[in-house]
């Protein structure tokens, strides 16, 4: 079974709930997903991290329209932070990976209007069996079914990631907590990047308290 090449495409189709027909963690999936594109940029060699931000390495440019333009943005940008980049464009990064899901087929969009004119989209997965062995993959990966050193990179940052939002399409809560000391183990391949997630979440949560 074949699965979306980039950790966002993953990320996005990780959070699926295929019961529920939706996405969760919605409020967080921006931040979520431009994390995954930074991870993936640093797993191709693009970025590397230096004084608590991201340096160009490779400036060849990135097969990739979203890994394109985050790239970009960064290379013609004086040196900002992680957690900077993280936030940057989170607002557009869910409908982003959607329409590249739906352009390489794997999920269907259809759209229509709410009493003729708020418009609304209904995403459906084709093959849900791509978001059960996501959740698999990853699930087991937090269970500690080898050592980190061993895993397949991208797959470490996968779970990594989701280890941050607690996604519930992987596992309940409680579980992601047990297992926090295995998440930041498998954080440390793309280091900088988990730490930065969190930081935006508690930041965007501490914002939405004291407004």
Do not use: C
């Not at 087929?105 to 997965?125: K, Q, S």
């Amino acid at each position: 079974m074949n699965l979306p090449e980039t950790l966002p495409q993953r990320l996005w189709l990780l959070a699926y709930d295929v019961e529920r027909k939706r996405l969760t963690s919605r409020w967080k999936l921006g931040y979520l997903i431009r994390a995954g594109v930074l991870a993936e940029l640093m797993l191709r060699g693009h970025l590397a991290d230096a004084t608590g931000g991201p340096e160009v390495r490779r400036t060849a440019i990135v097969d990739d329209q979203v890994l394109d333009a985050a790239f970009q943005q960064i290379a013609n940008s004086r040196r900002r932070t992680w957690q900077h980049w993280v936030n940057k464009g989170s607002g557009r990064a869910v409908r982003q990976v959607r329409d590249q899901l739906e352009a390489g087929g794997w999920i269907r969009v259809e759209h229509r209007r709410l009493l003729g004119v708020i418009p609304l989209a209904r995403v459906t997965v084709r093959d849900t069996r791509v978001v059960r062995r996501l959740a698999s993959t990853v699930s087991t990966a937090m269970r500690g079914g080898q050592p980190v050193s061993r895993m397949d990179d991208r797959e470490a940052a996968l779970t990594a990631l989701a280890a941050v939002v607690r996604l519930r399409t992987v596992m309940p809560g409680s579980q992601w907590r047990a297992a926090r000391k295995r998440g930041d183990e498998l954080g440390d391949v793309v280091a900088p990047v988990p730490r930065a997630l969190h930081k935006a979440i508690q930041a965007a949560q501490a914002a939405a308290a004291a407004g």
